[in-house]
């Protein structure tokens, strides 16, 4: 093998503006792109040589990227399209467009794979739109390796290429099963991680922000067994079901993360962390006997935490467990019906919300505005509902429709106006344009989620709330932090 590297990983810079405005100085999160690193360690498990390129962890702009990427002269790059969730990437795609004009302007013979969410999603369209060479569809591992491989293109799974002007496709390739012994490394060496300069979400840190930069991002388990229309996850994954690496192998990951570089705060991104108890409860019983005091957050479900024993509520709890991002999404039924969520009763929610916080569980409660369905009074409802829970912090979302998800497919279908540029996508972008209802436009769907977010979190009983349970400066973060008016071009900004 030559000392030529064989791959560099690229997690693209220079979205947080365009994705968060004024928000990305202070509130937004700056996390290790773990699947970036995940890919890094399946690549040198089959002996070939890779880096990574952090782009957006060194606040890199496109003339930066692009030269830090010719400088590595590397036999292929390939730019991993990934958010920490698949409703969140195709925002980066306008950065990912440029990076690739740039490099072939620079240097038009350079290879350039794009593998992710988005592309995954648009294979043809993006391979249309951008100056990239190839797409990997679905996870992507073995496209790239059947690569390195210097296989012919034809016999590699899931590879989309463009030759003379044509492009040509191969089936997608089988999921990986066995995730702990074929994705048993994770390049965490190949990230900065001991830099101080990787941040948790805020609210995650409202109890003391001065380790906020102490963090860490993760997968346990990938995919999911349900399809909620709004969600885009299956894009990538095809099947609907979860895989899990053993818990043995995760508290591995959190020795290394702890150990090697000082992590105190987890944000663990399996899309259902909290559903199997055979796969959580070994990993919170190891946590436990490692007493690291870690603060730890993880997805849940209503309907799993509703029928789960007190005794696992405080197991999790004592593991470090002290935020769930809860998918409550809507308190009417009729509206959770038509996305397939699953109906939560408004009963059932309060009391999962209420023996959370009596266990000393937090929430990052998720609540969907514009659904299909909705109108002014069904939005009310659900603003009314959430401040009624009053959970140390909602995320308020519109309903958009992103690429390789449901409602995606039936907006073309349907000729209902989708975003003409990606950044469109982007929640707390400018351009942001979510989709209307039967009954509301785009423009008062938006207007109502920055209204409820605003009335929320000026809400005396929720800011009493946070200074009693987290002090004077959790107080001073959240005002700060909803004084920040986010222009919107669908209101006239």
């Not at 360690?41 to 880096?51: A, E, I, K």
Request: aromatic fraction near 12%; charged fraction near 25%; proline fraction near 5%.
């Amino acid at each position: 093998m030559s000392n030529k590297l064989d791959v560099l990983l690229v997690n693209v810079g220079g979205t947080k503006k365009s994705v968060y405005q004024e928000l990305s100085k202070v509130f937004s999160a700056i996390e290790p792109p773990f699947w970036a690193a995940v890919t890094a360690g399946f690549v040198r498990q089959h002996g070939f040589s890779v880096d990574i390129l952090d782009a957006n962890f060194l606040n890199l702009d496109l003339q930066e990227t692009a030269d830090a990427i010719i400088k590595t002269n590397a036999k292929l790059t390939t730019i991993v399209v990934y958010g920490q969730q698949a409703n969140t990437c195709s925002p980066l795609m306008i950065a990912v467009g440029q990076l690739c004009s740039e490099l072939k302007k620079l240097q038009p013979e350079i290879r350039i794979l794009l593998t992710g969410w988005h592309p995954s999603a648009l294979p043809q369209r993006t391979l249309e739109e951008e100056e990239c060479d190839m797409i990997a569809q679905g996870e992507g591992f073995y496209t790239l390796l059947g690569l390195l491989q210097e296989k012919e293109l034809s016999e590699i799974p899931g590879l989309w290429w463009k030759s003379e002007g044509k492009i040509f496709n191969n089936p997608r390739p089988k999921n990986i099963e066995d995730l702990t012994s074929e994705l048993s490394d994770v390049a965490w060496d190949l990230l900065p991680m001991g830099s101080g300069k990787y941040r948790a979400f805020s609210w995650m840190c409202l109890n003391d922000f001065s380790e906020r930069n102490r963090c860490a991002t993760m997968y346990t388990s990938l995919g999911c067994p349900y399809q909620c229309k709004f969600c885009a996850i299956h894009a990538t994954y095809g099947e609907h079901k979860i895989r899990y690496w053993s818990p043995e192998w995760v508290l591995r990951q959190i020795d290394i993360l702890v150990q090697q570089y000082g992590v105190r705060h987890i944000n663990l991104i399996d899309e259902l962390f909290v559903f199997n108890p055979d796969h959580y409860l070994p990993i919170a019983r190891g946590l436990i006997e490692r007493n690291y005091g870690l603060n730890i957050c993880a997805f849940a479900r209503v309907d799993r935490i509703d029928s789960m024993p007190d005794d696992e509520l405080q197991l999790l709890k004592k593991a470090g467990f002290n935020w769930f991002k809860l998918g409550i999404e809507s308190v009417n039924g009729d509206v959770l019906r038509g996305i397939t969520k699953g109906v939560y009763t408004r009963e059932v929610i309060s009391s999962v919300v209420k023996r959370c916080h009596d266990t000393g569980i937090d929430f990052c409660a998720n609540f969907i505005f514009g659904l299909p369905g909705d109108t002014w009074d069904s939005m009310q409802e659900n603003l009314n509902f959430a401040m009624e829970l009053n959970c140390a912090f909602p995320s308020f979302f519109c309903t958009m429709a992103p690429p390789g998800s449901d409602l995606y497919d039936e907006a073309l279908q349907n000729g209902t106006p989708l975003p003409e540029k990606w950044s469109g996508f982007a929640q707390q972008g400018y351009d942001f344009l979510p989709l209307p209802t039967e009954t509301l436009s785009s423009a008062e769907v938006l207007w109502f989620r920055d209204y409820a977010f605003e009335i929320y979190f000026k809400n005396p009983r929720y800011l009493t709330m946070i200074e009693r349970k987290f002090g004077r400066e959790a107080r001073e973060h959240v005002e700060e932090m909803n004084s920040i008016k986010l222009k919107r071009k669908l209101l006239g900004d």
